[in-house]
């Protein structure tokens, strides 16, 4: 009640006619959902360049965000990449392209990717604290908006050819890319192309897959010849192969009136699932369980398949924005027989064939409409938006371990900013109806059926379905002032208090997920989150120095997170609100996979707090500009009850050398990746590692066309390096020393 007196007393406020608005263009984040400029959100803002993105040699999203400051990412081999702002990931943290939300199916799984297309684009944000609700309900960590030139909001003046082309030696792959603007007969064209394929990548000697004091708590039941069984070092990663084809199509009428615009996207991936946890124990008693199951899957291509198709209409008449968005999506993880004798693997899918275990698939059936009106005038910069979804989420198949779930939602929100005397204002209030409906299917044995015939019987089961329906009100509010201290020194404050419900696979899981080696159980008595964040921040600049520094603490009523349980005795002690009976009997009956560690989403309050620092300064020698710089981040997070928070990314720094010579420059950087020893019950602490990277450009003018050049070499000293927030860390680590080329032809 106080938050919402708070709420209607600041409207009240920011209605005065009296303060006066500033209109400062420095950086727009262009086709953003309110299509605000970078002086509009008080919180600290990424605006990474499309041409940044393509020098980098990343095949995936979090591993492209990965150096920024404060992002981080939780990988699944190359192909799969979840980006982490500030330790929060998932579904507090929203992906978008154009403003509207990505509603693929990343959210469901550790292995599972965010779908979207690097090509091409315009810029990637990263908005971070509390503006993040600007853009999507829930966004507690922040919110990465990809924006790109689909939909043209203003005349092409020329047309415009784009060529480009990669090659990596780590995964022995390339990647194409094509795309065209024009303007014919008043219409705004565009097209764009690509595809890549990369094989199985290399990593560094001495990165064991199977390290043998972190999966075994007996040594005694396995002799010499187990142990170097698993410590054989391949070279390679198996199953870490990925290929992805992408197509985007937009056509747009630009007049006094405004603009209306059409684009049509889809993509389709393969990728390989370098660990699948059947038959693998990473905290277990039956030691000998391991080797069994690695034997069982030795020889077998365990690989995922993706379909992504998208509508997407947007525009704008006079002082309202508008846009609808229907999208289907779909992975299906498949097993087939290893059939290609190329160690680094076969990118081309139709060459598997299937195996004795069927598809799994996971799809998103979705659709969003709304607009935004814009009452700013001299006085005062204010939007209303309204924006109404659905979606519905289905696994079919052998690990269909959740029944269908459907979500509705409908969002009011009212952003607004002033500029007083002392300071500026930024403020926005978010109302968010969410309806949530799924079940539970619990199975039951018949009376004197015999345990030894289950897998023969398992039809005499009865199963017993149970609907759920959650209504969910959540209203968040933000608030940041900034006022400049001097000419050179500026203080930033934000505040925030955000709700979050419940996801889908936090209400709904309940079967074995082989990719994280889990037989996870959500809990459909979880109640909403309410995240409290708060932001202080001073910047510095003066002539060519810099330095920022950002503190910030997250207090949250009611966090979810996912808790391994090791024993029963742990399984008692964090399953009070459960009957255990039924509990058991449901993981009997579900075929509960020996080696499988027993994970069940958990509740509590929690605080994460942390900072983030950077200084740097430019010095104009005669042959260029030279700039030097260091960053660092620190993120720590405990739960109510004393534990630190699962998975948290270690503390970074990172040094960085940049170069700039008339059409040339050089970039060296090294990131030095701390120790991550506060860790979670059952969690094993991650040894730090050194990544340095470094790349080379040079653009070259050839008649009014330009190409640009980029060599690039990632981890140049070859280090063995494992990401503490991956679930697979163990038996996933980074790839080895990679170098590669990067040609970008424009004309």
Partial sequence: MKNKILILAMLGVFSANYIHSDEIEEVVV?????????????????????????????????????????????????????????????????????????????????DHKNEVDLNDIQQIEVVRGPSSLLYANGATGGIINIVDNTIATSDIEKRLFKLGFETQSVNSGDGQSFSVADNLGGLNLYFSYSDSSFGNYDIPNGAVLHEE??????????????????????????????????????????????????????????????????GHEEHGDEDGDEEEGHDEHEGERIFSNTESDKVNIRGKVGNVDFFFQDSEYSHTEQH??????????????????????????????????????????????????????????????DEAFMNPADREELTIGYFAKRDFDMFEVSFGVRYDQIDTSGSLTEHHEEDGHDEEDHDEDHEEHEEETTNYSFDSSNLSFALDLSRPLNENLNLNLGYSNVERAPSVVELFMNGP???????????????????????????????????????????????????????????????????????????????HAEGLIQAQYMQQNAELNGYELQIG?????????????????????????????PRLSPARNIYSVEYTMNDYLFDLSFKDVEDQKDVAEEETPTMGYQMLDTKVVKTFDLNGNSLRVSVFANNLLDEVARNHSSFVKNQVPLPGRNYGIRFNLTF
């Fill in 213 to 278: 004091e972190e999966h075994h708590d007996d040594e005694d039941d396995h002799g010499d010849d187990d142990h170097d069984e698993h410590e054989e070092d391949k070279g390679y990663l198996d199953n870490s192969d990925s290929a992805q084809e992408a197509t985007r199509f937009g056509v747009s009428k630009v007049a006094d009136w405004g603009y209306v615009g059409l684009a049509v996207s889809s993509s389709e991936s393969i990728f390989g699932v370098p660990y699948h946890g059947e």
């Fill in 513 to 591: 997920h082989l990719a994280t080696g889990r037989f996870e159980t959500g809990d459909v008595n979880l109640s909403a989150e309410t995240s409290s964040n708060f932001d202080i921040g001073l910047s510095y600049e003066a002539d060519n120095t810099y330095a920022s520094l950002t503190i910030f603490r997250n207090d949250t009523d009611n966090y979810i997170y996912l808790m391994d349980m090791h024993d029963e005795d742990d399984h008692d002690d964090h399953m009070e609100a459960m009957d255990e009976d039924d509990h058991d009997e449901d993981h009997d009956d579900h075929g």
């Fill in 30 to 110: 262009q086709a953003s959902i309110l299509n605000v400029t970078q002086d509009k959100i008080g919180d600290p803002l990424h605006i990474l360049s499309g041409t940044d993105i393509s020098d980098l040699g990343t095949t995936d999203l979090g591993g492209t965000l990965d150096s920024l400051l404060g992002v981080t990412t939780s990988d699944y081999g190359t192909a799969v990449g979840q980006p982490i702002i500030r330790g929060l990931s998932g579904s507090r943290v929203k992906i978008l392209t154009n403003g509207l939300v990505n509603r693929d199916v990343a959210g469901i799984g550790a």
């Fill in 617 to 645: 300064r430019v010095f104009n020698l005669d042959a260029g500009d030279l700039e030097v710089s260091f960053s660092r981040d620190v993120v720590n997070g405990e739960l109510a009850d004393g534990m630190n928070i």
């Fill in 336 to 397: 087939a027989e290893e059939e290609h004798g190329d160690e680094h693997g076969d990118e081309d899918g139709d060459d598997h064939g299937h195996g004795e275990e069927g598809p799994t698939t996971f799809s998103n059936d979705s659709s969003e409409f709304g607009f935004i009106v814009d009452l700013s005038n001299d006085l005062m910069t204010q939007k209303v938006s309204l924006n109404s979804s659905e979606e519905t989420v289905k696994i079919f198949g």
